[in-house]
């Protein structure tokens, strides 16, 4: 037995079905990202992550777990890394983006649940993700009500612990969520048996910071007339970056921004000229999901950003890092995770609408892509505020409405590919 197989074995995963995903997995990679022309060298350290996403970092966790440290599950970006970092645990994501985890989640969930949802309990219950064999708490929010409902379903399985998240962003709402982090903080005490202090929650906000600003400073290529990375690229460093530890991902987007200032002195695009410029927005999309981007950029075209909690909804926002009491660094917390954050969970969402506009100006965008996971009724009911504002506001929009299968490919192929003609 290999190493890697030893670890899944002895942490309870059904190592002959996770040995299925394991034999599709690398040839979805190569024909998506291996057989993009011109990549960035630095990459490579990306490519090594995914290319042993099972392996590597789960042996990692459970070394720190055997030094006595935890490990934190969470499924969105609502909920602050920064609490089990200042606790000296560690924070995972959990969302899960391939087909192979939806038929597990059926079992359990209605089919009309998005496939976000069936796919992160089919993981937990078919035992075949490490990461959902390996959190010692996972952590759920009360976002929307398919989440709501299916945490009590993983809470027969697992140990879950839920965050009740404001849905308008009154002053009320805010201090809400301040006790809510504060609850969190509590727990992450008790779990881990670490005082969290002013110094731990300062030093983990400087953290959670380092990685967004190395985020966003990628994404800042993505503005430029000539883009040195594809938007595939970015897509996975983002999706890679809810896995990793977040002060060795922020040195490794930095290195590959080092090299991509070099490709913007000598002019290289991974772009043909011309090509049109697509900023997307909508429902997350949790790794392995790069179907969209995979379509879009075959095309020719480029997707120069992402409206999404897996793009720049993720980097673009610093918590303010002025050091404080517990209370004003809380205070500091809420600010950023509930106002700068525009989930279709809030009513009303207008922010949102607003930072579409404003992202598809300072990314140039020759049109806007609106991604709808099916069954996700949240962010399917704004698509229709969504494309009125760009319509009004003279951007090209379309909505699509898709799954994690294949089966609408050749569908979306031309619909998209229609689109981009008239851009
Ligand atoms: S802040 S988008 S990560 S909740 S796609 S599960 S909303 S039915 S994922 Fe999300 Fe946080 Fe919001 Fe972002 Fe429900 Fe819709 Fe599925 Fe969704």
Same mark, same amino acid.
């Given at each position: 037995m290999d190493k890697n197989h030893e670890m899944w074995s002895n942490i309870g995963m059904d190592v002959d079905k996770h040995d299925m995903l394991c034999e599709v997995l690398p040839g979805a990679f190569g024909d998506v990202?291996?057989?993009?022309?011109?990549?960035?060298?630095?990459?490579d350290y990306f490519n090594m992550v995914v290319g042993d996403i099972h392996g590597i970092r789960p042996a990692e966790l459970i070394e720190e777990q055997k030094k006595g440290r935890k490990v934190v599950g969470t499924?969105?970006?609502?909920?602050?890394?920064e609490v089990p970092i200042a606790a000296n645990a560690i924070v995972t994501g959990l969302c899960s983006g391939s087909q192979f985890w939806v038929p597990g989640g059926e079992k359990v969930l209605?089919?009309?649940?998005c496939p976000l949802i069936k796919a992160s309990l089919g993981a937990r219950f078919d035992k075949t993700c490490p990461f959902f064999r390996i959190a010692d708490m996972f952590v759920g929010e009360t976002t929307c009500d398919g989440k709501k409902k299916a945490w009590e379903i993983l809470g027969e399985d697992a140990p879950m612990y839920i965050m009740d998240i404001p849905q308008l962003k009154t002053e009320d709402d805010f201090l809400k969520w301040e006790k809510e982090i504060k609850k969190y903080i509590a727990k992450l005490e008790e779990m881990t048996g670490n005082k969290i202090t002013e110094e731990s929650l300062h030093n983990a906000i400087k953290i959670v910071n380092n990685k967004r600003k190395a985020l966003q400073r990628l994404n800042n290529?993505?503005?430029?007339?000539?883009?040195?990375?594809s938007g595939k690229d970015v897509l996975l460093i983002t999706q890679i970056a809810f896995f990793d530890d977040p002060e060795r991902l922020a040195t490794m987007v930095n290195k590959l921004c080092d090299e991509l200032d070099e490709r913007v002195k000598n002019g290289v695009?991974? =772009?043909?000229?011309g090509a049109k410029r697509i900023l997307l927005t909508g429902t997350p999309l949790s790794i392995p999901n790069w179907k969209i981007h995979h379509i879009i950029e075959s095309m020719?075209?480029?997707?120069?950003?992402?409206?999404m909690c897996t793009g720049l909804r993720y980097c673009e926002h610093l918590v %303010?890092?002025?050091?404080?009491t517990i209370d004003e660094q809380v205070k500091h917390l809420a600010k950023r995770y509930l106002g700068s954050i525009n989930c279709a969970?809030?009513?009303?969402? %207008?922010d949102r609408i607003d930072d579409i506009i404003r992202l598809a100006k300072e990314y140039k965008a020759d049109g806007v892509i609106d991604l709808n996971l099916k069954f996700c009724t949240l962010y399917d009911l704004e698509g229709r505020k969504v494309e009125r504002a760009l319509k009004e506001a003279g951007i090209p929009v379309m909505g699509i409405e898709t799954d =994690?299968? %294949?089966?609408?490919a050749e569908q979306l192929k031309t619909r998209i590919g229609a689109f981009i003609e008239m851009l």
């Open positions: 990202f291996l057989s993009q022309e011109n990549r960035p060298e630095r990459m499924f969105c970006i609502h909920v602050p890394d209605p089919t009309a649940t290529f993505r503005k430029l007339d000539k883009v040195p990375i695009s991974v =772009y043909k000229e020719g075209a480029a997707i120069v950003g992402e409206e %303010d890092e002025t050091p404080g969970c809030f009513t009303p969402n %207008d =994690y299968t %294949d089966e609408d």
